[in-house]
């Protein structure tokens, strides 16, 4: 197919944006008269800290989730959805921009408002999704949780919202009148809530859906539950058999999945359940001990790049258009809704980004090059309709990439490299054998391992360091400047040199040291404390430790 558009190479950056700009308005002009009355209305709704394994689909036993599962049910459940990151803000971005978010630099969590480094936020050059479309014609809101920009002009008002109601820090209380650092505001303005959180901001999206009714609408409804604090609220009393912190998050969980419930009663009862695409995900997996949100049978949790900080709840469904009771299971990230949202408003054409086929597939238009069209739309995510209406075969993605600082993640079919340096080093799982990553096959695949890690090594020379780290009182200052008397809290925009000295090393990238590569061949046997022929990371870094902390001789 002969491409939409694309963006000269040579093109300088400050003409970028205002090329796209002009693309995305042309593109408004045309889906306003050619797609006016097929447009389907768009309602993207994530849940905060939901692990993967607290929904009934996904094996949830003592808290029912029935407005989430009917979705389910009446779409595509994807058992291999993934969140941007295993932390909040970095997902979020990557889900309002359609691209990895490490492309312009936005890669931790900013902290608190008053102590956030000014640079935190989804730079005003990354045309946001609502921005694309508004521009098509959609009436689109915004509630709940924002986290992608505190400073004026990056707010969900000045960022393509023309409604919003919420947050934009990264947590808030739920009950009405409790103190909070985070005010609520409605189109910038600080405002008051009613009600128990979670039910006001299901309020505010039922008005917004009855208000929209007239034209398509795109309505972001980003809840904080079931995020910390664990605050008493109006459904626990449904769970007499729990107690402490489970009955809390059950309570949470309940309010969280009657809110949903809410929203598509809402659009059924306006007769606009076949015209509506919904999209439901987390933005990272559960922090199991904090609030009890579980990943079964998923290893890790919220902040790791295990399966369970970063694999999903993930569910869509268009009634008429997706054949409903479908599991879907090759890798679809969060970012796959922003293309999926701008293909079926008629701002992407529906069958582009061209699907990459498997190994071995022979559908005629996947390609590396297809993946290539994709980032010249400034995209990373995939339309995924295409996939679920039986369009076209193959994967979605080649392969799935993270980056939280020195630990990184790939995916690639179903083997996933994982490199933690503080926690085990560098492993390699087959996850269609071992979901519950307890076998490193990294020593076994030395082969796959270093594709793996070519992959990886390649994208991180397409993206960004990190702009900001997280900063709060005791690393930060107000207006977001370091505190230069605690400096050791700011993020490692370099690999520590310790690390980059054994990657350099190793040169075949297996992530293990011969005699022949080590740059102390003489010391060999000495750092290879287990005798095994070859020096892992974890021997490397403990020998370093140990001539560190070996006395040193006296000055005379």
Known sequence: MVPLFSIPSDLPTRYRTAFLTSIYGFLALVSSSAFATDRPNIILLLADDLGYAEIGVNGCKDIPTPSIDAMARNGVRFTDGYAGHCVCAPTRAALMSGMYQHRFGFEFNPG????????????????????????????????????????????????????????????????????????????????QPKKYLTDQFADEAVEFVERSKDKPFFLYLAFNAVHSPMDANPYESRFPDLTGKRKTFAGMLTALDVAVGRVIEKVRELGEEENTLIFFYSDNGGPTQQITSRNDPLRGFKGQLFEGGIRVPFVM?????????????????????????????????????????????????????????????????????????????????????????TSYAVRSGDWKLLHLPQQGGTMLFDLQKDVSEENNLAASHPEKLKELQTAMDAWAKEVQPPKWGRQDQRNGQPGGNPNPANPSRRPRQRMPRVEQAFRNADKDGDGKLTREESPQPERFNEIDSDRNGWVTWEEFRADVQRLRNAPQPQDP
């Open 317 to 405: 469904q268009w009634k008429g258009r997706i054949p409903a009771g479908q599991t879907y299971r090759q890798p679809v990230m969060g970012f796959d809704c922003h293309a999926t949202a701008l293909a079926a408003a008629g701002v992407l054409p529906e069958d582009q980004p061209t699907p990459v086929p498997s190994s071995g597939s022979d559908a005629p238009n996947g390609s590396k090059a297809d993946a290539a069209e994709n980032r010249r739309r400034g995209l990373d995510g995939v339309n995924l309709l295409p996939f679920v209406t039986g369009q076209a075969d193959g994967m979605p993605h080649e392969q799935l990439f993270w980056r939280a600082g």
């Open 112 to 191: 608190p408002e008053a102590s956030a480094n000014p640079e935190f936020g989804l730079p005003r050059n990354i045309p946001s999704l609502p921005e694309k479309l508004q521009q098509a014609g959609y009436t689109t809101g915004m509630i709940g949780k924002w986290h992608i920009g505190f400073q004026d002009g990056m707010r969900p008002d000045q960022r393509g919202f023309d409604y919003h109601y919420g947050f934009l820090g990264g947590a808030h209380p739920y009950q009405p009148l409790a103190p909070a650092a985070n005010r609520i505001l409605r189109n910038g303005q600080p405002t």
